[in-house]
């Protein structure tokens, strides 16, 4: 199968490209930004060693469903998809926090609370929670942005305030725009009998001073999904909810001796294994926009997307 590992395009008026986990992002005049989705896996803030086919289209296709679907909520960066592994939007100054919401206490949330804490980014959770309850009201949990592949570290709304990593001003829009992205999120789950677990978003400032909504949202990358239907049932059973996100990849992971940890080896991941993994993304394609999934021509997907670049950026 032919996936995509790196990128290594030239386009006109490139001025630089970052390379981040999973996408890679060509800066063109200080004033486009190309971003191309990869096949790549991370998970412990690791790249895995192999890649999962079409992963990339279906994050860049999911997350271009869902800008479209709220961008009469939050204004956006993209501009069009010329491709299926490409989204191309306005250039913005990134916000150095992720704006992490949660409607449930899974995955991080959970660890930090069974481990006995009860607070998270400044945020009280309540007591007697079980894993995977819902929160009586969706907690914004930030977090810092990583340079250079480390660890995304937790922060409270007082410490970025007062550390100025974002003026107070401007805090108080992210979090509005937060809370408004996790409601339409969570009704848009809701019409295809999912419920939106948790999520993160990512904004930037234009250079006229205009906040955007930047990079993917609602994607197996950036969300958890639980299937609402016998959501209550395993609740009450304390079975393990069905879910459609990332955290399969990171349980199994688990299981096999791995948390990116320090002389920890990433297990093997077989051909059947990537092939489950490719399986379950597509599912999740699937589920939330109630489309089906249109695999891209893979027999060149460098020259496919070349192309389709430089068709979109000559005309504007």
Not at 62 to 85: F, G, Q, R, S
Not at 190 to 217: N, P, Q, S
């Amino acid at each position: 199968m032919n996936t995509i590992n790196d990128t290594n395009f030239n386009f006109p008026k490139q001025k630089s490209v970052y390379k981040g986990k999973v996408r890679e992002v060509y800066n063109i005049n200080d004033e486009l930004l190309v971003m191309i989705a990869s096949d790549r896996l991370s998970a412990f803030d690791i790249i895995m060693p192999k890649q999962i086919p079409f992963k990339g289209q279906i994050l860049n296709q999911i997350a271009a469903y869902m800008l479209n679907e709220t961008k009469d909520l939050v204004p956006n960066w993209l501009m069009d998809c010329p491709d299926p592994n490409v989204a191309i939007g306005h250039l913005a100054s990134p916000f150095k926090v992720e704006m992490v919401i949660r409607g449930y206490i899974s995955g991080h949330a959970w660890r930090e609370y069974r481990d006995g804490k009860r607070e998270i980014c400044g945020v009280k959770m309540p007591d007697g929670m079980k894993e995977n309850d819902k929160f009586p009201e969706p907690i914004i949990t930030p977090s810092t942005k990583a340079d250079g592949g480390s660890h995304d570290e937790d922060i409270s709304r007082e410490e970025i305030i007062s550390q100025g990593i974002v003026s107070k001003e401007d805090y108080l829009v992210l979090e509005d725009y937060t809370r408004k992205l996790f409601q339409r999120g969570t009704e848009i789950a809701a019409k295809r009998d999912l419920l939106l677990v948790d999520t993160k978003y990512e904004f930037g400032k234009t250079k006229d001073g205009k906040i955007v909504l930047i990079d993917e949202i609602h994607t197996p990358d950036s969300s958890r999904y639980f299937y609402r239907e016998g959501y209550q049932k395993r609740q009450d059973r304390d079975e393990a909810q069905k879910q459609l996100s990332k955290e399969f990849v990171r349980q199994w992971l688990i299981k096999n001796g791995f948390q990116g940890k320090e002389g920890q080896e990433v297990p093997e991941m077989t051909d059947k294994k990537i092939n489950e993994i490719s399986n379950r993304y597509i599912e999740l394609y699937e589920q939330i926009t109630g489309k089906e999934f249109e695999k891209a021509d893979v027999s060149d997907v460098s020259d496919r997307i070349e192309k389709n670049v430089l068709k979109f950026l000559n005309k504007v």
